[in-house]
């Protein structure tokens, strides 16, 4: 029977990239079993110097491929040279830093002898790989995601199957040829490029030991609700950043940290700037300022080392955007710039003052170029805004007093609080990711490796302790 072909279309002038076979739900399941007798059979371990050699060559493999990534990147996912560039340079160093975390990825002792019952005792906790990593991943960064999700299953000594996004499956294919080029034996990863049913089926599967979901919150929590008992799970999906401007910021600092954080990526991003509280004594200022900016950026093809803002990734996404701010444009919003299509897959930079806290654009994850800016006169009221919404994740706060950031810090929920930073910030050892319906667990490389690996005690009784 010949395999069902996906086609990989570029976002921005929809020419075809690529086919690849699209794994069926049999593929699936043998996916799953092959990566669950490589992780049984101990004859197959890979000792960590091995898995360390491993991860140097593909270090060394990658690096030599820097310009052929980016423009694998580019094509498959829309995202402009420059901004391309930096996320095949961060997925390099992503397997650096693994290696780097191997080093001192280790137990500890477990205190004994303080106690009767403990007395001739002695405990030492070691780290055990987990098993089968089933890993999710999201179109807006294909290859660093792969990394993240990928990189550290093999260093700690998991088996890994990763389904990529539809949009975006190149990066993961080409991630894993590295892989098998560098040495890695055959089983111990695996990219399964299948639909949605496939998707659930090796995600809820009773033979996996683990989890890692990057994605829409509504199909995250879907699948965790699915999953097998005892399956450990991690999600990462989205926010609605909020991002709070104090009387006093520096605009000469703001702006431009407000541009590329709402802009960046065309703000596929989960922690985009969306929601902007500007104090009134300065909010005509902040937004001539930042039309003034948004309205210079490059828009359009990905491969022109000038573009600043690429393409959507589909049509579907981009006329749910254009939908979501004409909606708020009827309930009162002032459309300051922006606000149309570009060519066929692109969106202007748009910048909304004041749509109304049940707008859409106002409420959910917009996934595009789309800022709002808000006023408030109390900043009690900007933190009570900016709290709104159960989507803690990323937020910042613009302030030069040292008072009101560290009130922010206090005030906003958030898993990470910027001071003079945007929301979309981010190195790959900091441990990364929401609370409440925004995820759950950390992503950054060391903590992803945590979490595919288990704490194991030994406990040695001997009477000469």
């Not at 997925?91 to 002898?113: C, D, N, Q, R």
């Not at 309205?295 to 579907?316: C, M, Y």
Request: hydrophobic share 45%; proline share 5%.
């Amino acid at each position: 029977m010949t395999a069902k072909m996906l086609d990989v279309y570029s976002p921005y002038d929809q020419q075809l990239v690529a086919q690849v076979p699209l794994n069926t739900p049999a593929d699936v399941e043998a996916g799953i079993d092959l990566a669950r007798s490589t992780f049984a059979d101990k004859k197959q371990t890979l000792p960590k110097y091995q898995r360390v050699a491993i991860l140097e060559k593909v270090v060394v493999i990658m690096s030599a491929q820097m310009e052929a990534l980016t423009r694998l990147c580019i094509s498959e996912g829309g995202k402009p040279w420059k901004d391309a560039q930096v996320e095949v340079e961060r997925a390099i160093y992503g397997v650096k830093l693994a290696i780097e975390a191997l080093s001192g990825f280790e137990g500890k002792e477990v205190a004994m002898g303080h106690t009767v019952s403990s007395a001739q005792h002695m405990a030492y906790t070691f780290k055990e790989p987990i098993g089968v990593v089933v890993a999710i991943s999201a179109f807006n960064h294909p290859l660093n995601l792969a990394v993240h999700q990928m990189i550290p299953a093999i260093a700690v000594g998991c088996s890994v199957i990763l389904k990529p996004a539809l949009t975006t499956p190149l990066s993961a294919l080409r991630l894993l040829a590295i892989l098998t080029e560098a040495g890695l034996p055959a089983g111990w990863a695996q990219v399964l490029v299948c639909d949605n049913t496939s998707a659930e089926l090796l995600a809820c599967s009773a033979k996996i030991n683990a989890l890692n979901f990057i994605g829409s919150s509504t199909v995250g929590w879907q699948l965790r609700a699915k999953a097998a008992a005892g399956t450990r799970v991690t999600l990462e999906h989205g926010g609605v950043a909020p991002v709070i401007v104090a009387e006093d910021a520096d605009l000469s600092e703001l702006i431009p940290a407000l541009v590329r954080g709402a802009f960046y990526h065309a703000g596929q991003v989960c922690i985009s700037v969306q929601r902007v509280y500007v104090h009134a004594a300065i909010v005509d200022e902040v937004a001539r300022l930042l039309v003034e900016q948004a309205s210079k950026l490059v828009v359009g093809d990905p491969l022109n080392k000038h573009t600043d803002v690429g393409p959507i990734i589909n049509e579907r996404e981009l006329t749910r955007i254009d939908s979501w701010v004409k909606e708020a444009c009827d309930a009162g919003a002032e459309l300051l710039c922006g606000g149309e299509r570009i060519a066929a897959s692109c969106y202007a930079p748009t910048v909304l003052r004041n749509p109304p806290d049940d707008a859409l654009v106002s409420m959910r994850e917009v996934f595009g170029p789309v800022v709002c800016i808000y006023e408030y006169e109390d900043i009690e009221q900007a933190y009570d805004r900016a709290n709104a919404l159960d989507l803690p994740f990323q937020a910042a706060i613009f302030t030069q007093n040292m008072n009101t950031a560290m009130q922010a810090v206090k005030q906003l929920q958030a898993a990470v609080v910027m001071v003079n930073e945007h929301t979309a910030f981010r190195v790959d050892w900091m441990p990364f990711g929401g609370a409440k319906t925004a995820g759950l667990g950390l992503g950054g490389i060391r903590h992803v490796m945590e979490d595919m690996s288990y704490d194991k005690m030994m406990v040695i009784k001997s009477p000469m302790l």
